[in-house]
Nanobody
Framework: QVQLVESGGGLVQPGGSLRLSCAAS????????MGWYRQSPGNVRELVAGTTSGGSTNYADSVKGRFTLSRDNAKNTVYLQMNSLKPEDTAVYYC???????????????WGQGTQVTVSS
């Protein structure tokens, strides 16, 4: 019943901005680490940004200074603010989270369905 729902992707011109959202829904007890990955054709899936339950964040070198990850624990949602977008940012972006479900103490890993981000003039 637990799932990650992503939104906010789309087409934007170079230098523009987008904000991605990822909301966890279902019978969950707690969310630990959450993060965003991306994958473009011919490339491996790479970590873009991640955050812990305590709010610590880390970013890929290619997006530092341009992307900002934030977390709203009350809404079980993580956001990725993407500024100064470049054509090389074009990819499918995937949300990922470690979640403890109601009724157990085991941590499961979940993936969102992916949302397309295209940066082109």
């Amino acid at each position: 019943q637990v799932q990650l729902v992503e939104s906010g992707g789309g087409l934007v011109q170079p230098g523009g901005s987008l904000r991605l959202s990822c909301a966890a829904s279902g019978r969950l007890f707690s969310i630990n680490a959450m993060g965003w990955y991306r994958q473009s054709p011919g490339n491996v899936r790479e970590l873009v940004a991640g955050t812990t339950s305590g709010g610590s964040t880390n970013y890929a070198d290619s997006v530092k200074g341009r992307f900002t990850l934030s977390r709203d624990n009350a809404k079980n949602t993580v956001y990725l603010q993407m500024n100064s977008l470049k054509p090389e940012d074009t990819a499918v972006y995937y949300c990922n989270a470690d979640i403890v479900r109601v009724g157990g103490g085991y941590e499961y890993n979940y993936w969102g369905q992916g949302t397309q981000v295209t940066v082109s003039s």
